[in-house]
């Protein structure tokens, strides 16, 4: 079985910051791309970043030149730095990841999501 976790989310002033951390754990004989979603109340659920297993990052224009998305491969985690966070930022946040469990079986594993609040 294969486990994704994430955790660092909270309250935060507007122009603060906050670290997200999803973690991979299990059955994982690869993992390839990870990504980082948000869900705001009564919107629908978007892709924020994206990391290619190699490192390659990818952005929405909502949080390019704000949010910073990494990887540790050999933890199986990736990270969302935020920084100069504001009210429209506050959503779920959750994390998928592509999981290779063995050479012919591959899925996309998901988290359950951590809430991040801009508010003063």
């Known amino acids: 079985q294969v486990q994704v976790v994430e955790s660092g989310g909270g309250l935060v002033q507007p122009g603060g910051s906050l670290r997200l951390s999803c973690a991979a754990s299990?059955?994982?004989?690869?993992?390839?791309?990870m990504g980082w979603y948000r869900q705001a109340p009564g919107k629908q659920r978007e892709l924020i970043a994206s990391i290619t297993s190699g490192g390659m990052p990818n952005y929405a224009d909502s949080v390019k030149g704000r949010f910073t998305i990494s990887r540790d491969n050999a933890k199986n985690t990736v990270y969302l730095q935020m920084n100069s966070l504001k009210p429209d930022d506050t959503a779920v946040y959750s994390c998928?990841?592509?999981?290779?469990?063995?050479?012919?079986?591959?899925?996309?594993?998901w988290g359950q999501g951590t809430q991040v609040t801009v508010s003063s």
């Open positions: 998928n990841a592509e999981i290779w469990t063995s050479t012919i079986q591959y899925g996309i594993y």
């Open positions: 299990g059955r994982i004989m690869r993992l390839s791309d």
